[in-house]
T-cell receptor, first 114, second 113 residues
Framework: SAVISQKPSRDICQRGTSLTIQCQVD?????MFWYRQQPGQSLTLIAT?????????ESGFVIDKFPISRPNLTFSTLTVSNMSPEDSSIYLC???????????FGSGTRLTVV | AQKVTQAQTEISVVEKEDVTLDCVYE???????LFWYKQPPSGELVFLIR??????QNEISGRYSWNFQKSTSSFNFTITASQVVDSAVYFC??????????FGKGTTLSVSS
């Protein structure tokens, strides 16, 4: 099953700045998914990233705020731009193809914006 | 539209009690998949099970069991003889093949000794 390395694991950022989160997968995957988990909440899908095409964003998420890069089949980045305290969340990437057909998740990036 | 409802926000039990976590889903698709994930306090998401819509057999794995009933659109999860290590947030999720998972709001299970 796929293994995902997600970086950074946590960061504290100043408002108005940007943070780029990286996910590296140990095998080639067609689609990668980016989620946000606000404190005490469930996971909300931000976007689906296919290699070679623009990411598809869910309602409430826009490319200017959350630009996504997918340069190849094993790597993707999510940038949280012009951050505000409301962006403080855990951000996770995910791919299909885990053990027993589950979806594998990165370990998450815990972002705090001050 | 697809939707997953976990009506139980929090459940507290004492060790060795059995506990059932409810999951009700909505979808218009005939082929779909249901999942359960565990999120312990450390934060990582741990995959527990995937079920496809054509397989209504109940599943048992150690102290864990799952009951899938299409007639009631439910995919409930039972922990038998709960342990403190079972304390976590449990998420039920739904998708079609190859698409992103749609998660329920989660149920926080607290098991005390």
């Amino acid at each position: 099953s796929a293994v995902i390395s997600q970086k950074p694991s946590r960061d504290i950022c100043q408002r108005g700045t940007s943070l780029t989160i990286q996910c590296q997968v140990d095998s080639q995957v067609t689609m990668m998914f980016w989620y946000r988990q606000q404190p005490g909440q469930s996971l909300t899908l931000i976007a689906t990233a296919n290699q070679g095409s623009e990411a598809t964003y869910e309602s409430g998420f826009v490319i200017d705020k959350f630009p996504i890069s997918r340069p190849n089949l094993t790597f993707s980045t999510l940038t949280v731009s012009n951050m505000s305290p409301e962006d403080s969340s855990i951000y996770l990437c995910s791919v299909a193809g885990g053990q027993d057909y589950g979806y594998t998740f990165g370990s998450g990036t815990r972002l705090t914006v001050v | 539209a697809q939707k997953v409802t976990q009506a139980q926000t929090e459940i507290s039990v004492v060790e060795k009690e059995d506990v059932t976590l409810d999951c009700v889903y909505e979808t218009r698709d005939t082929t779909y998949y249901l999942f359960w994930y565990k999120q312990p306090p450390s934060g990582e998401l741990v995959f527990l099970i995937r079920r496809n819509s054509f397989d209504e057999q109940n599943e048992i794995s150690g102290r864990y069991s799952w009951n899938f009933q299409k007639s009631t659109s439910s995919f409930n999860f039972t922990i038998t003889a709960s342990q403190v290590v079972d304390s976590a947030v449990y998420f039920c999720a739904l998708n079609q093949a190859g698409t992103a998972l749609i998660f329920g709001k989660g149920t926080t299970l607290s098991v005390s000794s």
